[in-house]
Each structure stands twice: as C-alpha cells, then as structure tokens.
C-alpha cells in the first residue's frame, strides 16, 4: 500500500483530564501528544475528559506535536469520542482492541461523517491501530490494509498477556509482537512499539537497550507514558548524525559504481549492493 506516512519517533500518552500533564505536554518534545480517553480515564469520568478536549488540543499543539486522540472500545464510546476528537481538531486517533477489518472499516465510516460533520476534508485524520487479543493477531494484516487512514499498528502487551493468561514478560510478548512489525511493514505503514518490558521507570539505561534492539528488529516508532522517556526514544528511534552521514557517503559511493556499470562496491570495508543502499537512503529520507 502507498501512503504518507508521519515521520514519527515519540508518543507521549497524557490523561486528557489531568491539566496540569496537559498544560507541560508541548515542552517534553514528544514528536506526537496522545490525549488519553481510555485507560487512563476513570469510568465515571470519560464524558468530563470528552468535554476538555478542544482546550486540550489547542494547548498540547503549541510545541508543534501532532495531536492523537486515544478512544475507547466500547462502541457507544467510540463514536462519542470520535465525534469530541475529530471537531476539536485532532489529527489522528488511536482504535483500540481492534478485532479485523470490518471493525476497522466501521469506525473508517463513522470518522468520515464525523470530518463532514466538522467541516473537514475527507481522509484528513490519520489512524493508528492497536491490536490487543490473541483473537486478533492472526487478522493483523487485514487490519493495516483496511483503511487509507491507517498509519501505524501497535501491539498492546499488558492486554495482550492477560488475555493470553500469561505475563507481559518479552518472552511471552516476542512472537505477537514480530507479527506486528511484519503485518505493518508488509502493509507500508509504521510498526509502532517495542519488544519487552518497562516495570521500572526509572531505568532509563535498560529502556533504552531495549528501544535499541527494537529498532533494529524494525520497529519506527514508540509511545511512553513518561516524559524522561521521550529525549531516550527520540535518540534511539531517530537517526544520529554520524549515522546521517555514513548513509550519504555510501549513497554517492554507489550511485558512482552504478554510473560505472558496477551493481554491488566495497565501502568503507562492507560489501553493498541495492537492498543495503536503499536501507541507507531512508536513513537520510527520515533525518529530514
């Protein structure tokens, strides 16, 4: 499938009901703000945080972020929350406990009378899918291809383990999620997340190990719910400078050895041919 995708590293959730976390949101240098309707909302509040989240928007946007907002399964829930989201101006939603493509597509339908209803262009609000069933991972790939909205795919541990009757330990979690990444890949959106666990917040050293190896198993991107973690996800999920150039200098280094008839050339002690020098060309393409 062929879509724009967001060049995304950061998604920092906030309770849409805490103003304090949302007032502080734009400084923490989150590439996306999630404004949280679900979990982190308690049941007797979700119309309260509904009602907040025009201001919400506005306030969470003036760093730059994009802004998502985070819905809840229920339907009669969704669609309100739909409705609140998509007039307050959000740019995208987070669907969660998808079970397939034909929920995907109903929600698809009611986002775009929410957009005409608001004023908006058809298609303009982006979403990203949460699978978080064992009933649902085998549908994974028709849930990345049900809708041009769909941008980015997310495996949910913790729900996940518990409706697998396991713990959410990276063993438990691995398989589902490298269909995950799989599913997204293969379907040209963004695999969203990470493999393994963050019980401890405050060990930044052992969540960034575990963005690192993530990253290179082919995930694009990850939320937190901490701001201490957006600076180490950013850094680990983007692309360093030295990493920026190497990718340019083989990029010119094989464009010359195409020029001269050659398809694969050793550079700086490695072979390359096409496959490694595309991998360095989104390199480049994601630093800008």
Same mark, same amino acid.
Not at 266 to 272: A, K, L, N, R, V
């Given at each position: 499938?062929?879509?724009?995708?967001? /060049?995304?590293?950061?998604?920092?959730?906030?309770?849409? /009901?805490?103003?304090? *976390?949302? $007032?502080?949101?734009?400084?923490?240098?989150?590439?996306?703000?999630?404004?949280?309707?679900?979990?982190?909302?308690?049941?007797?509040?979700?119309?309260?945080?509904?009602? #907040?989240?025009?201001?919400?928007?506005?306030? =969470?946007?003036?760093?730059?972020? +994009?802004?998502?907002?985070?819905? /809840?399964?229920?339907?009669?829930?969704?669609?309100?929350?739909?409705?609140?989201?998509?007039?307050?101006?959000?740019?995208?939603?987070?669907?969660?406990?998808?079970?397939?493509? +034909?929920?995907?597509?109903?929600?698809?339908?009611?986002?775009?009378?929410?957009?005409?209803?608001?004023?908006?262009? !058809?298609?303009?609000? %982006?979403?990203?899918?949460? =699978?978080?069933?064992?009933?649902?991972?085998?549908?994974? $790939?028709?849930?990345?291809?049900?809708?041009? !909205?769909?941008?980015?795919?997310?495996?949910?541990?913790?729900?996940?383990?518990?409706?697998?009757?396991?713990?959410?330990?990276?063993?438990?979690?691995?398989?589902?999620?490298?269909?995950?990444?799989?599913?997204? !890949?293969?379907?040209?959106?963004?695999?969203?997340?990470?493999?393994?666990?963050?019980?401890?917040?405050? @060990?930044? @050293?052992?969540?960034?190990?575990?963005?690192?190896?993530?990253?290179? #198993?082919?995930?694009?991107?990850?939320?937190?719910?901490?701001?201490?973690?957006?600076?180490?996800? /950013?850094?680990?999920?983007?692309?360093?400078?030295?990493?920026?150039?190497?990718? !340019?200098?083989? =990029?010119?280094? *094989?464009?010359?050895?195409?020029?001269?008839? =050659?398809?694969?050339?050793? *550079?700086?002690?490695?072979?390359?041919?096409?496959?490694?020098?595309?991998?360095?060309? %989104?390199?480049?393409?994601?630093?800008?």
């Amino acid at each position: 499938m062929t879509r724009p995708l967001p /060049n995304w590293r950061s998604l920092l959730y906030v309770p849409t /009901n805490r103003q304090s *976390f949302v $007032d502080k949101a734009h400084t923490r240098g989150a590439d996306v703000i999630i404004l949280d309707l679900e979990d982190a909302i308690a049941p007797g509040e979700k119309a309260a945080a509904r009602a #907040l989240l025009p201001g919400a928007v506005a306030t =969470v946007r003036k760093g730059g972020a +994009d802004v998502v907002v985070r819905v /809840n399964r229920a339907l009669r829930l969704a669609v309100l929350d739909i409705d609140a989201a998509v007039a307050a101006g959000a740019d995208g939603l987070i669907l969660t406990k998808l079970m397939g493509a +034909d929920h995907v597509r109903l929600l698809d339908e009611h986002i775009t009378e929410a957009e005409a209803l608001a004023g908006r262009p !058809r298609g303009e609000v %982006r979403v990203i899918g949460l =699978v978080e069933s064992a009933e649902a991972i085998p549908h994974m $790939d028709a849930i990345c291809r049900a809708s041009p !909205r769909m941008v980015a795919l997310g495996v949910g541990g913790e729900d996940l383990a518990t409706d697998l009757g396991a713990e959410a330990t990276p063993d438990a979690l691995d398989l589902p999620k490298r269909l995950g990444i799989i599913a997204a !890949r293969g379907a040209g959106i963004l695999p969203t997340g990470f493999i393994g666990t963050v019980a401890d917040i405050t @060990d930044l @050293d052992g969540y960034r190990k575990i963005l690192r190896r993530s990253k290179a #198993l082919g995930y694009a991107c990850a939320s937190c719910v901490h701001p201490s973690q957006v600076a180490i996800i /950013n850094e680990e999920y983007g692309e360093a400078p030295e990493a920026v150039a190497r990718a !340019r200098r083989m =990029v010119a280094a *094989f464009d010359e050895a195409i020029a001269r008839g =050659v398809g694969a050339v050793t *550079f700086e002690g490695q072979m390359i041919d096409e496959p490694v020098v595309e991998r360095a060309r %989104r390199v480049i393409l994601r630093a800008r």
